[in-house]
C-alpha cells in the first residue's frame, strides 16, 4: 500500500544559525534547564532534523512510507520581524526546494512564511506554490498574540483558497501567562509544567482553539474553497463538534452549522498518535474523506507507523483514502 505522510519536519543548519545570528536566542522561547534537558534527551538531533537522506529515507523505506512532505521544525523563521522574516522565509523555501530536488519522488513541502506582513506572505505562498512546486503552507502557533483568524492575516488565507492549496495548523510554545495559569504548580517540576502546556496537552489546546476561532470568524462564508489541515486527531475539537453545534449555532451568524464547516473544510491527521480509539472515533466523526495520514518525523516514529493502517480493520478503500488518496487531491500530488 501506498504511504504518503504530510506532517514531517525538516531544519536547514543555514537558516537555524541565520536566525541565532539576528535574534541572538534562536527560534525557541526561554525555557526551564529543565525542559532544556527533555527536549535535548527526547528530540531529534540537529543532523536527524537537517537530512533527506540517510536516516529518514531509510525509516521510510523500513515503514513503506512513499512519500514525506516537508515543513520546517521548531527552528523556524515564521514569526521574527517581517524585515528579517520575509527574506529569511523566502531562503528557507528556496533551500527546502533544493533539498527536494535531491529526491523529487519522495518529498514534498508546505512553505513556511513571514506572516507578521501578510501581504508579503501570501505573495511568498503564491512564489512557493506556482515557482516552487510547494503544496500549501504551514503555520505555526501565532504571531505576537495574534490568532490567525484575526483579519490582519486574511490575505494569506485567501492566497491559499484562491491557489486551491491547504494550510496546515501546526502547535507551537503557548504564552507563558496561559502555561502558567493552567499547568505550572509548585506540586510538579519545571519539566513536567513544560510537558504539560507543550506536547503533553497545552500545544494541543491552543491549536485547537485556533481552528474554533476561524470557524467562527465566518472565514469559511468569505472563503468556502479554504483548507485548513488539523493535526493530532484534529487537536480535541471533533469530540466537541455536537457540543458546539448546540451551544453556538444559534447566535454565531453563520451561515451553516459549527461542524458543517468543520466536515468540509478541515482535515485531521494522527501525527503519529497511532492508536486505534481515536482512529475509530474520527472515522465516525468525519469520515474517511478528510482523513490524511503523519508521522510527526523525526519528533516521533512509531513502531506501528506502517502497520497501524496495513494490519488495521478498516475497509481496503478506507485505507487506500487515508493512506495516499486523500492526499493526493488535496495536495494535487
Known sequence: MKIITVEEHFESELITKKINQVTGKGALPPLSSGMLEYMKTSLPTAETMQSITGARLDFMDQNGIAMQVLSYGNSSPQNLAPEIAIDLCKEANDKLAKEIQKQPNRFAAFTVLPVGDPIAAAQELKRAVEQLNFKGALLKGNYQGKFFDDPFFFPIFKMASD??????????????EINDHYFKSPNWSDTVNGILSS??????????????????????DKLPNLKLISGHWGEMVPMFLERLDDELDDYSGLKESFSTYYRNNVYLTPSGMLFDPQLKFILD?????????????????????????????????????????????????
Open 199 to 220: 506536547a503533553g496537552y497545552g500545544w494541543h489546546m491552543d491549536v485547537g482553539i485556533q481552528v474554533i476561532r476561524m470557524i467562527v470568524s465566518g472565514i469559511f
Open 285 to 333: 466523526e468525519m469520515g474517511p474523506e478528510h482523513l490524511l495520514y503523519s508521522i510527526d518525523y523525526p519528533y516521533k516514529h512509531p513502531a506501528n507507523s506502517q502497520t497501524f493502517l496495513t494490519e488495521g480493520n478498516l475497509p481496503t478503500q478506507t485505507k487506500e483514502l487515508i493512506a495516499h488518496g486523500n492526499a493526493e487531491r488535496l495536495l494535487h500530488l
Open 163 to 176: 491557489l486551491d492549496v491547504p494550510i496546515y495548523m501546526h502547535p507551537s510554545f503557548i504564552p507563558s
